[in-house]
């Protein structure tokens, strides 16, 4: 256990954005020393979701006698019920304890389904990336955003084409204006619906 | 107490079972045995003989083949389809027809292909053992507790300038932004009326006083729902907020009363540098001057205000970077008015704006603000009845709630209301159906109980057939079945919407 602790600080150490080091429920939930929070991880276990959500992951990832509290926003995918899953995210604490703030998921060893980690954003760099688009805030003062898998926020600097409705999934490609203390600004060169992964009806 | 239903398994029991129900239970308690039962593992059913004047909501997993339908006694079947689904950007469509059915339903009635565990009271040990659980609330982020600079503060005859954007934001930049010299005509602990000096005369001192007046009162209104506008610039929440009335806010849109503008919660250094565009570091809102003496200046007011709290919340306590979608802001803000005592009982905007979305929904998308043939306020109507429903449904606190809270509005409803969203929206399009015609319906899923749709006027409908549709976009359909009963049948296409179904 000490040394998937190791491995996993070190993981956080050298590139905190890189990836989501993969630790078993148990052995996870047995080392205070991985727990830390704003910690990335990828675990395993059978969902157990707490109400018929859609858009919702609010449950327990159970693995045997250990469990723990998964909860968060549903991107391009939503797990089933009592499905066994691989899932990442970040760990986070709050009055009940720890829990893991859900990013994503995958049918467990479903290797066509990776974590997908926002890469650098630097100015004048063109990236491609899967987000959800929205158009936000108060109208006449409204703009549109793109969300990524693992929560980076890019505010795009003009509307996208007309008949892109907010809340649509799609491949985006984004040229990064700027980025500093107020996030990320880009401009948006393309965004094609994403196909194949079964959508949550998005809308909010 | 009574509870007759049926649930198939949907895709992803029970995260999106499918659901037919017909409810003689209070709401709470149908849905509570809805969970108890929905994942009992039933095949589909389609073939729905409720009794008359029943409601039912349609899942999209409801349907069997693409096809749903449902008979009763009655003569009029309405319809209201709404496609959650926003993965698609192209246009979609399902069809509805309307017609007089099979022949008269049996007289015991029974819903066809009963789950096992179905059908049965639910008692009240059960339902108050799942309700603790599915209402258990989400956790939020630890507010702000670290003040981060002192509050501005303003006394009467104070002059300072603002930058503002005088043309449409997406084009606003820091070299068109212009300079307004504005006065503070009026000030109280919690507002500061300052008027562009070039329009003083637009809100003499009496008026300001009054204005103020009602700022102070709608500021205890809305902060005590929401909680206090917490931002760089009043990390307490308990800063004068300014109000600058300006005839310049006509320049960007001549029937604009006023906004509020989130650029000005942050420093002005990173804004221009980083979004090229001035802020004022203010807690303030922009009002037009010429609307200053109208009638419905408070409430525009109150509706500005909640902007502010709820960018405030949203952002800087619960670090919601994303912020919201503009049909929720929009209509919090709404709703906001209603508190703060301008709202739809009181003869303010909401009513006209309802008004308009009942005769055009057919052309409002929530996903697409304004983006469509109809009235930009039809929006405003449309988005009123979704957080009005809110409300009166899951309590005046459920706005609240859902802003105070690290998560986006769908899964944040959810987490509440314990249903699919698209649901939700299914029930909404019932109870503004119910409401607008006087169906007399008296489920609480499925009615308002703060407000009368049909004092805001005529509701029109679409014909049955097919149904053009965009994302999150309600098609009201009515036809006419009978003499006797009435079926309605939803046949889906490349689209599968959820929907709203009275058989009247």
Same mark, same amino acid.
């Given at each position: ?36 929070? &704003? ?97 936000? /805030? ?8 793109? #969300? ?36 990320? +600004? ?5 965004? =094609? ?12 | ?14 995260? /999106? ?103 049965r009271p639910v008692s009240p040990q059960e339902a108050e053992a799942i309700f603790a659980i599915l209402r ?68 003499? +001192? ?6 103020? &007046? ?80 109208? =009638? ?57 704006? =309802?008004?308009?979305?009942?005769? #055009? ?8 603000? &304004? ?66 015609q006087g169906l007399g319906i008296t489920d609480p899923r499925f009615r308002y109980s703060t407000i009368d ?28 079945? &009978? ?22």
């Amino acid at each position: 256990m000490r040394w998937a602790a190791f491995l996993l600080s070190l993981a956080a150490c050298q590139s905190p954005q890189a990836h989501y080091p993969y630790v078993t429920l148990p052995v996870l939930l047995g080392d205070p020393g991985l727990q830390a929070a &704003g910690q990335r991880v990828m675990t395993s276990g059978v969902y157990r979701p707490n109400g018929p959500y859609e858009r919702l992951v609010h449950g327990v990832l159970a693995e045997g006698r250990h469990s723990l509290r998964l909860q968060g926003e549903a991107f391009d995918w939503l797990p089933p019920a009592d499905a066994r899953i691989d899932v990442w995210g970040v760990l986070r604490r709050d009055s009940q304890g720890l829990y893991l703030e859900f990013h994503n998921a995958r049918l467990h060893g479903d290797r066509t389904r990776q974590p997908r980690i926002t890469p650098p954003l630097d100015p004048g760099a063109e990236v491609e990336l899967v987000a959800r688009i929205r158009q936000v /805030g108060s109208y006449p003062a409204t703009w549109w955003v793109a #969300q990524t898998e693992d929560r980076v926020v890019i505010r795009l600097a003009a509307p996208p084409p007309p008949g892109v409705p907010s809340g649509l999934v799609a491949i985006v490609r984004l040229r990064i204006r700027s980025e500093g203390p107020l996030g990320t +600004l880009a401009d948006l060169l393309s965004a =094609v619906p994403l196909p194949g992964a079964l959508p949550p009806p998005p809308g909010g | 107490m009574r509870l007759r239903l049926t649930a198939s398994r949907g895709r992803a029991c029970p995260a /999106g079972p499918a659901v037919i129900t017909t409810f003689r239970i209070p709401a709470v308690i149908a849905t509570l045995a809805l969970l108890l039962s929905a994942c009992g593992g039933s095949p589909s059913s389609t073939a729905i003989r409720p009794p008359a004047g029943s409601v039912l909501t349609v899942d999209p997993a409801s349907y069997s083949n693409g096809t749903f339908s449902a008979t009763a006694s009655g003569s009029t079947g309405y319809v209201a389809g709404i496609d959650m689904d926003a993965f698609q950007e192209a246009l979609r469509s399902y069809s509805v027809s309307v017609d007089g059915g099979y022949p008269a339903p049996a007289a015991a009635y029974r819903l066809a292909a009963p789950s096992p565990a179905g059908d049965r009271p639910v008692s009240p040990q059960e339902a108050e053992a799942i309700f603790a659980i599915l209402r258990r609330g989400l956790v939020p982020h630890r507010p702000l507790t670290r003040p981060l600079t002192v509050p501005f503060s303003y006394s009467t005859g104070s002059q300072r300038s603002f930058w503002m954007c005088i043309q449409p934001f997406a084009t606003c930049t820091a070299s068109n932004q212009v300079q307004i010299t504005a006065t503070a005509v009026h000030t109280t602990q919690r507002s500061a009326i300052f008027v562009d000096n070039d329009n003083l005369s637009d809100v003499p +001192l009496a008026l300001a006083q009054t204005l103020s &007046g009602a700022a102070d009162q709608f500021w205890q209104a809305i902060t005590a729902n929401l909680g206090l506008p917490q931002n760089p610039y009043n990390t307490d929440g308990l800063g004068q907020i300014v109000f600058l009335f300006t005839r310049k806010v006509g320049q960007i849109d001549s029937n604009l009363a006023g906004f509020f503008f989130p650029a000005d919660l942050f420093p002005d250094s990173d804004t221009t540098q980083y979004w090229n565009i001035h802020s004022n570091q203010t807690n303030m809102l922009y009002l037009h001057s010429a609307f200053a003496s109208r =009638v419905s200046m408070p409430s525009t007011m109150a509706h500005e205000f909640a902007h502010l709290v709820h960018f405030s919340r949203r952002f800087f306590v619960y670090q919601k970077t994303s912020f919201d979608p503009t049909y929720f802001v929009e209509g919090l803000a709404m709703a906001m008015e209603d508190i703060a005592g301008y709202g739809y009982n009181n003869n303010g905007s909401a009513r006209y704006f =309802v008004g308009l979305f009942l005769q #055009q929904s057919a052309d409002v998308s929530l996903v697409r603000w &304004g983006a469509g043939p109809a009235d930009i306020r039809s929006y405003y109507g449309a988005a009123y009845l979704v957080t009005r429903y809110l409300l009166d449904r899951f309590g005046t606190d459920t706005l609240s709630r859902v802003i105070n809270s690290t998560l986006d509005v769908a899964p944040s409803v959810e987490s509440i209301s314990s249903e699919p969203y698209g649901r939700t929206f299914a029930s909404i399009a019932i109870a503004i159906v119910n409401s607008a015609q006087g169906l007399g319906i008296t489920d609480p899923r499925f009615r308002y109980s703060t407000i009368d749709v049909s004092q805001a006027g005529a509701m029109s409908f679409l014909n049955p057939g097919t149904q053009a549709t965009t994302p999150m976009n309600w098609r009201f359909v009515r036809g006419q079945g &009978g003499p006797a009963q009435v079926r309605v049948t939803i046949t889906a296409g490349t689209s599968t919407p959820y929907a709203g179904v009275i058989l009247k």
